[in-house]
């Protein structure tokens, strides 16, 4: 969800997509959970900018607990950046609409960047100093920062069921 200046959002996403964001969210809530790091987002606003206004809504987000208003969490959008931002990749996706979407949120302050790749079953984890860094499922010796400790947790958020040949045939 997005808008920059104007509308500009292509509707729902398919299964393999959602059920992606269903197990980040769950794994990554758990962690937040903990010692209460932060909270976690599904398709929350962001106001990255203004004249004219930016609006962004990762499919994921954390925000880190001393970053979060003494007000509490805001009804409408964040006026601020989220420190991650997920963004699934659809199929109907362009690599302009993603590239589009990190610069955004790298522009506004956003830290840390993952890009999900479901039908190469690969994330790209993007940092401000303009680096883009690969993984895949089976990456686990270095999860990235703020993935649950378990780097099997990582793994897992792409979900067993979701890296099957049933939905990612050879």
């Not at 609006?55 to 969490?73: A, H, L, N, T």
């Not at 609409?97 to 079953?121: F, H, N, Q």
């Amino acid at each position: 969800m997005s808008w920059c200046g104007e509308r500009c959002w292509n509707g729902r996403q398919g299964g393999v997509h959602g059920g992606i964001i269903a197990e980040l969210v769950l794994q990554l809530n758990g962690w937040a959970k903990q010692d209460r790091r932060g909270c976690v987002g599904v398709s929350s606003g962001y106001v990255l900018c203004r004249a004219p206004d930016t609006v962004r809504g990762p499919d994921v987000s954390f925000m880190r607990q001393e970053r979060i208003p003494e007000s509490g969490i805001p009804e409408a959008f964040w006026n601020l950046a989220p420190d991650l931002a997920v963004e699934v990749v659809s199929p109907s996706e362009t690599a302009d609409e993603i590239w589009e979407k990190i610069s955004d949120y790298l522009a506004a302050g956003t830290p840390l960047v993952w890009v999900i790749y479901p039908r190469s079953k690969q994330a790209v984890v993007h940092t401000p100093d303009g680096i883009g860094r690969a993984l895949n499922a089976e990456d686990a010796s270095s999860p990235p920062p703020y993935c649950p400790a378990s780097p099997a947790n990582w793994a897992s958020c792409f979900g067993p069921r979701y890296t099957t040949k049933l939905f990612f045939p050879s």
